[in-house]
């Protein structure tokens, strides 16, 4: 495994404002080939002030990141294009002193990395070309150093899991469906047309302002898993729950009880976990209710206690 560090560029002169797309994952070749001019002296390069910037340099030993994925760095010669403002970007080093190959195999380990932290599909990962119809990643478009574009290709994972790729702006489809119903769920009031658009948009932000994640109205991994806690405390919302209930309420409320130390069953499989309000799970709620709403110790899961549950929750 390819060693990886930060030596982060804390200047933005050499950046485009606003927040990368981060949808695709563009390979460049540095096109230097001079002794030493591996991923170290790239890096340096880039925090000394170069005329163009780059996310990562990557050498036979070394993978160095320069910006963080959310800056849109000048790379991919297409101005406001996708590939400036929706990529990351991997330069891989072609100095005459460096193992190429083993280079190639490093930024591939590398990609499947940034592929599986920014929930990125292989079919995404581009060349230099795409963009601006540069001929880079040369070496790898052209095969003559014994490694070309289709082999660096068969190093990523195939299957794309197309249920973590990011959405924003323009994305289309089942995916985005999904997350207008989400979102509709939690009380914004989208048209449901499989579609990202501005009012999508604004309601992303606004869900991510409302949770103080950063305000960027893409959704990746981290605004996903927010959603699906934002549905399971709406469903523990929703209902009155007493003995005898079952279901994905009850269900979630025993979660949310567990989730603050108060736990159905703490001995058993899963905390007690089972979806079913019982005997264990009515003392639980009173044992919660002792503690948090002393003046309705019912054991019965009504506003009060949910209002309260919540409340500790948001802590
Ligand atoms: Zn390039």
């Known amino acids: 495994m390819v060693t990886i560090k930060k030596q982060l560029v804390s200047s933005r002169m050499r950046t485009f404002s606003g927040i990368n797309g981060r949808n695709f994952i563009t390979i460049h070749e540095t096109a230097n080939y001079a002794k030493g001019a591996g991923a170290q002296m790239h890096a340096d390069l880039q925090s000394s002030g170069f005329s163009a910037s780059w996310h990562w340099q990557v050498d036979d030993k070394v993978a160095i990141q320069s910006f963080p994925h959310t800056v849109r760095c000048w790379h991919a010669g297409d101005g406001a294009g996708n590939g400036n403002f929706h990529s990351i970007a991997i330069e891989i080093c072609v100095n005459v002193d460096g193992d190429f190959q083993q280079a190639v195999v490093n930024a591939a380990a590398l990609v499947k990395k940034i592929m599986h932290d920014e929930g990125i599909p292989s079919a995404n990962v581009v060349q230099h070309h795409h963009w601006s119809g540069k001929d880079c990643p040369r070496h790898l478009r052209k095969g003559d150093k014994g490694i070309d574009w289709a082999s660096f290709k068969r190093l990523l994972p ?133 503690v948090y709403t002393p003046t309705e110790i019912d054991g019965i899961f009504g506003p009060k206690t949910r209002y309260e549950l919540n409340r500790i929750i948001k802590k």
Do not use: C, W
Not at 203 to 210: D, E, G, I, W
Not at 212 to 231: C, D, F, R, S, Y
């Open 158 to 290: 195939t299957k794309a899991d197309r249920s973590s790729s990011n959405l924003s702006y323009g994305s289309q489809g089942e995916a985005v469906k999904q997350l207008q119903i989400d979102l509709n769920k939690l009380g914004y009031k989208l048209t449901i047309d499989s579609s990202f658009g501005p009012a999508t948009e604004r309601a992303v932000k606004a869900f991510q302002a409302s949770l103080k994640l950063t305000v960027e109205g893409i959704v990746g991994p981290q605004t996903q898993k927010a959603l699906k806690e934002a549905l399971v405390k709406q469903s523990v919302s929703r209902k009155v729950l007493k003995v005898g209930d079952k279901g994905d309420n009850v269900r979630a409320m025993q979660a949310a009880l567990a989730s603050v130390g108060f736990y159905p069953d703490k001995g058993s499989e899963n905390y007690g976990v089972d979806g079913y309000f019982g005997t264990k799970t009515r003392d639980t709620v009173k044992r919660f209710q002792s």
